[in-house]
C-alpha cells in the first residue's frame, strides 16, 4: 500500500470513529426512560376506551413529530416519504405497545416509511424529540430509512421485500428459544409481489412460523396507484403461499385493529402465519360510503368540502376509502390520494410526502393532529406516569467468541489422510456435524434442496426439526432467512445457510446485500452472525460445466471483505475443517468456500498434514520454504495442489503459501514484496485481463505491488466464454491452471 492509501486508510478510520463517537445512539448501550404503556396481548381480550383513546393521543403525538422533522428538513431543501410513514404509525403503536422485546419483536418492509418510525420511537421515549425532528436524515443516529436504534427494530430495513423472508428467519429463530415468541412484520402493498417476498411468505407457512404480517393497503405506489402500476390483488396470491388472509376494514379503527391482531396472535401460537388486511371502505347494502361519510368519520367536512368543489366532485360521490390512508392525519394530502385511487380530478399519490412550502403551524393546527379532550386527558395522564427504563444493547462484535469446540472434542475428529485425493467437503461435512453434536439447540440450517451436494445433511440430522429450513429451489430468499435468524437472538449460534457457489453468485445477492446497508447504517451495532457456505466453488465443479459453476466467486467474496469477519478458502479437506470449526468460533458474518472435486491432502515438509482438528485458523500458511528462492507462489485455496507440485519442478527456486482466505493478515503482503523480487498467484477463478479488468485475488496483488518493484505474474481464468464438460483437472488445464502453466510463470519473471 502506498504512503497515499495508508494515509487515506487512516483518515478514513479517523472520520469513521468520530461519526460513531459523536453519534447518540450508536452505542454498546443505550438506556432509555419510556411510557409505561404496553398491552399483553396473550392476556387482553379487546382493548378498554381508555387504553384506545391512549392509543389514537400517541398516534397524533408521533404524527404530529413526523411533520415538524419533514418541516426542519425542508429548511435544507430536502423531503422524504412523510406519507408513508403518517400511513405506517397506527399499526406501529399497538406493535410497539404489545413488544416486549423477548417474546415479541417486530420488523419494517416498507423502510422508506421510517419517519413514522422514528416519531413513533420518540413519542414512547426510546429516542428524544428533538433528534428525531432536527436530525432525521442528517447523519448516523436518525438515517433515511429504518435503521437500528433503542426499541427499534433488529435488523435495517432493505429494499422492498426484503424483509419479509427476514422476519420469516427472526420467528424461526425466536420459536426456537421460546414458544411462546411473535414477530409482527409491518409490509406496504406494492413490496408483497418482489421474487424474495413471495418467497418468504412461503418460508413463514413452510416453517409454520408465529408470525403475522400487517399489509398498509394504502391503494398508491411510487409513480401511480396501485390499480395503474400492478392491479393485481394480493390476497389471493399470498394465500396461495399458504399464508392466512385476515381481513379487517382499517388499521385506524383501533379496536378493530386490536381484534385482528389478537386473532392473528392466537393463530401465531399455533404455528400459522397470517397477513393482516385492510380492506377498506365502500358503499354497500348497509351503507354508502362517499364524501359526506368520509367528512363524518373525520369531522373534516370544511376541508373535504373545499377540496370536493375546487375539483368539481359531488359531495355524494361514491368512493373507495383505503384501509390504510397515505398521509393519514395530515388532512389534504390524504385527502389528495383519496382522489388519486378513485381515479378522481385533483388525485395526487404523495408517496414522496413534503413540508416544502407548506406552514407547520397550519399543518398541525388542523383537526386531524389535535387531540379531543378524551385523547389529551390519556396523553396528560401517560405523559406524567413513572417512566421505565429499557435498556437497548448492541449486538456483539465480530470475532466474538461464538461456539467453540474443546480440545477434548476436537479429540475424537477422523479426517482424511495425508497424500489421498478428497473432497474438501468432508471436511467442512465433519466440521459443521461436530457443532451440531455439542450444539444441537443453537445450531441453525437453511438449506436449498442440496444437503446431499453440500454435505450438510450430518449436521442437519443432529439438530432439532424447527432449527432447520428447508426451502428447495428458493436461493434467492435462503440467505434473507439466515439474516434473520441471526437477528433472533444475542445468544451464541451458529446460522448456516448453504447453496452452490453459482446460486449464491447469480441469485441470491440480496442477502449479502443486507451485510453492506446493516453495516453501514448501524455503525457499532454490526452484529450479522451468519454463514453463507458456498459449495462448489470454481471450475473445480468440473462436469456441472457452466450452469453449476461458479467462477467469480473470489471477486463476490472480496467485494463484500469490508462488511464480513473472514472469507476461507480452504485448500483441502483437512483446512475445510479448520475452516468451518474457526467460523462457528466466531460471531460474525462469514464466507466459507468449498470446492467439490477431489484434492490432494496436503502435507508440510516433514509429511505431516499441513492442517490438524487442533490447529488454529490462519489466512496464510507456509507450504513449502527453500534457500534463497527468489520467487513465492501464493496459491488461493484449491490450487495450492498443483503450486506444490510446480515448486516441485522448479527444484526449490520458488517458495509457496497457501493462502486459506482472507483478510490477510496486517503488512503481509508488502513483507513479500520486500522479500521477494518475483509473485506468481494462483487461483480457480476469473482473473480476466489488462483490457477487460483484473478480477479475483490477483487483482489485490497487483494493486499491492504497484508501488514496489517486484514483478507479478497471475494464473487463473482469463477467458471463460468457452470450455469443455470434464473432471475439473482437464478443465483447469482447458483454463491453464497447472502446475506447468504455474512453472513457466516464475521461469518468465527471471
Request: proline letters at 4%.
Amino acid at each position: 500500500m502506498s504512503k497515499y492509501s495508508q494515509e487515506a486508510w487512516k483518515n478514513q478510520q479517523h472520520r469513521n470513529d468520530q461519526l460513531i463517537e459523536n453519534s447518540k445512539f450508536m452505542r454498546s448501550s443505550v438506556t432509555s426512560k419510556v411510557l409505561p404503556f404496553s398491552i399483553d396481548i396473550a392476556n387482553t381480550n379487546a382493548l378498554d376506551q381508555k387504553q384506545i383513546e391512549t392509543l389514537q393521543a400517541l398516534e397524533i403525538e408521533a404524527a404530529r413529530i413526523s411533520i415538524s422533522s419533514l418541516a426542519s428538513l425542508a429548511t435544507i431543501g430536502e423531503l422524504d416519504h412523510l406519507g408513508g410513514g403518517l400511513d405506517l404509525i397506527p399499526s406501529l403503536m399497538l406493535t410497539l405497545a404489545a413488544t416486549d422485546y423477548k417474546k415479541v419483536q417486530y420488523t419494517i418492509e416498507n423502510a422508506h416509511a421510517s419517519i413514522g418510525y422514528y416519531a413513533s420511537l420518540a413519542t414512547l421515549g426510546y429516542v428524544d424529540q428533538e433528534s428525531v425532528i432536527h436530525k432525521f436524515r442528517r447523519g448516523l443516529d436518525i438515517p433515511g430509512h429504518v435503521s437500528w436504534v433503542p426499541g427499534g427494530t433488529q435488523l435495517n430495513g432493505g429494499r422492498l421485500g426484503v424483509m419479509i423472508p427476514v422476519a420469516a428467519g427472526q420467528a424461526m429463530g425466536m420459536r426456537a428459544r421460546d414458544p411462546k415468541s411473535w414477530v409482527v412484520c409491518h409490509c406496504g402493498d406494492a413490496g408483497w409481489i418482489a421474487g424474495q417476498a413471495l418467497n418468504g411468505f412461503n418460508a413463514a407457512d413452510i416453517g409454520n412460523l408465529p408470525l403475522t404480517f400487517v399489509m398498509q393497503r394504502n391503494g398508491i405506489q411510487l409513480s401511480d396507484s396501485n390499480k395503474n402500476v400492478m392491479d393485481k390483488d394480493p390476497r389471493k396470491i399470498i394465500e396461495a403461499m399458504g399464508v392466512e388472509i385476515v381481513e379487517l376494514k382499517s388499521l385506524f379503527d383501533t379496536g378493530e385493529m386490536f381484534k385482528a391482531y389478537k386473532y392473528a396472535h392466537s393463530k401465531a401460537m399455533e404455528g400459522r402465519p397470517t397477513l393482516l388486511f385492510p380492506t377498506g371502505y365502500s358503499s354497500s347494502d348497509r351503507e354508502k360510503v362517499d364524501f359526506k361519510w368520509l367528512a363524518n368519520r373525520f369531522d373534516i367536512e370544511p376541508e373535504i368540502k373545499t377540496i370536493t368543489s375546487k375539483n368539481k366532485i359531488n359531495m355524494d360521490q361514491e368512493i373507495w376509502v383505503p384501509g390504510a390512508l397515505m398521509s393519514y392525519r395530515d388532512t389534504v394530502p390524504m385527502l389528495e390520494c383519496v382522489l388519486l385511487v378513485n381515479d378522481l380530478p385533483g388525485g395526487v399519490g404523495h408517496h414522496d410526502g413534503h413540508m416544502k412550502g407548506r406552514d407547520e403551524s397550519e399543518v398541525l393546527a388542523n383537526v386531524m393532529l389535535t387531540r379531543n379532550e378524551a385523547q389529551q386527558n390519556a396523553f396528560d395522564e401517560i405523559s406524567s406516569a413513572t417512566k421505565k427504563e429499557v435498556t437497548t444493547n448492541a449486538r456483539p462484535k465480530s470475532g466474538s467468541k461464538n461456539l467453540i469446540l474443546s480440545p477434548e472434542q476436537l479429540k475424537e475428529i477422523k479426517l482424511p489422510e495425508v497424500g489421498k485425493k478428497s473432497s474438501a467437503r468432508a471436511g467442512s461435512e465433519a466440521g459443521y456435524a461436530a457443532v451440531a453434536k455439542v450444539y444441537p439447540n443453537d445450531t441453525f440450517i437453511v438449506s436449498c434442496d442440496l444437503n446431499p451436494s453440500t454435505k450438510l445433511g450430518k449436521a442437519a440430522a443432529l439438530i432439532p426439526s424447527q432449527n432447520q429450513i428447508e426451502l428447495s429451489i428458493e436461493e434467492q430468499v435462503a440467505l434473507l432467512l439466515a439474516d434473520g435468524l441471526a437477528m433472533s437472538s444475542y445468544k451464541p449460534q451458529v446460522n448456516i445457510v448453504s447453496t452452490f457457489s453459482a446460486f449464491f453468485e447469480g441469485i441470491a445477492r440480496e442477502g449479502l446485500e443486507l451485510w453492506r446497508y446493516q453495516r453501514n447504517l448501524n455503525g457499532i451495532n454490526e452484529g450479522l452472525n451468519v454463514i453463507m457456505h458456498m459449495s462448489h466453488v470454481g471450475a473445480c465443479t468440473g462436469r456441472d460445466h457452466f450452469s453449476g459453476w461458479s467462477l467469480d466467486w473470489v471477486s463476490l467474496a472480496m467485494g463484500y471483505l469490508p462488511y464480513i469477519d473472514r472469507f476461507y478458502a480452504p485448500a483441502d479437506a483437512r483446512g475445510a475443517f479448520v475452516a468451518v470449526k474457526d467460523a462457528c468460533a466466531r460471531y460474525g458474518a462469514h464466507i466459507v468456500a468449498i470446492p467439490r472435486d477431489n484434492l490432494i491432502v496436503l502435507s508440510d515438509d516433514q509429511g505431516a498434514p499441513l492442517y490438524n482438528p487442533e490447529s488454529e485458523w490462519e489466512a496464510v500458511t507456509l507450504l513449502r520454504k527453500y534457500d534463497n528462492a527468489k520467487t513465492v507462489i501464493l496459491a488461493l485455496g484449491a490450487t495450492a495442489g498443483i503450486a506444490q507440485q510446480a515448486a516441485e519442478e522448479l527444484g526449490g527456486k520458488a517458495d509457496i503459501y497457501v493462502i486459506n482466505g482472507l483478510p490477510l493478515p496486517n503488512d503481509f503482503l508488502s513483507n513479500i514484496f520486500d522479500k521477494y523480487d518475483n509473485v506468481v498467484t494462483a487461483e480457480d477463478g476469473i482473473i480476466g485481463t489488462q483490457d477487460c479488468g483484473i478480477r479475483g485475488f490477483a487483482s489485490m496483488v497487483i494493486s499491492a505491488a504497484s508501488n514496489t518493484n517486484t514483478k507479478t505474474e497471475h494464473i487463473g481464468i482469463i477467458d471463460p466464454r468457452i470450455a469443455p464438460s470434464e473432471g475439473h483437472e482437464e478443465v483447469w488445464e482447458h483454463f491453464g491452471i497447472t502446475a506447468s502453466a504455474i512453472v513457466s510463470a516464475v521461469k518468465s519473471l527471471e
